[in-house]
């Protein structure tokens, strides 16, 4: 069992940048790939970014390539989402989960924390 807290979360202006962090219970944390997700009013939840436990690759939605950056302590059983230059339609509240498969997607996550509401402000 693995159980995902979320903190960080915020308001912040467009163009700011906020750091979500993901506390992860459970001694097996390296061996899970871990990933953000978001989900805005009204639409569907979709895939953000990821971080493989075997080698450590990332994986990034075209959304937001070159302005989030996920990353992993194992040591810390942590996982963290930088994100800078941030738009108005980042806004969303934002689930970190695990997954016991090497790629992450919406339907294959084995975890999900309660997630934490980013709001982007023009």
């Known amino acids: 069992q693995v159980q995902l807290v979320e903190s960080g979360g915020g308001l912040v202006q467009a163009g700011g940048s906020l750091r979500l962090s993901c506390a992860a219970s459970?001694?097996?944390?390296?061996?899970?790939?871990m990933a953000w997700f978001r989900q805005a009013p009204g639409k569907e939840r979709e895939f953000v970014a990821a971080i493989r436990w075997l080698g450590g690759g990332t994986d990034y939605a075209d959304s937001v390539k070159g302005r989030f950056t996920i990353s992993r302590d194992n040591a810390k059983n942590a996982v963290n989402l930088q994100m800078n230059s941030l738009k108005p339609e980042d806004t969303a509240v934002y689930y970190c989960?695990?997954?016991?498969?090497?790629?992450?997607?919406?339907?294959?996550?084995?975890?999900w924390g309660k997630g934490t509401l980013v709001t982007v402000s023009y």
């Open positions: 459970g001694r097996t944390f390296s061996r899970y790939t």
């Open positions: 989960a695990a997954s016991s498969r090497l790629l992450a997607n919406v339907h294959g996550m084995d975890y």
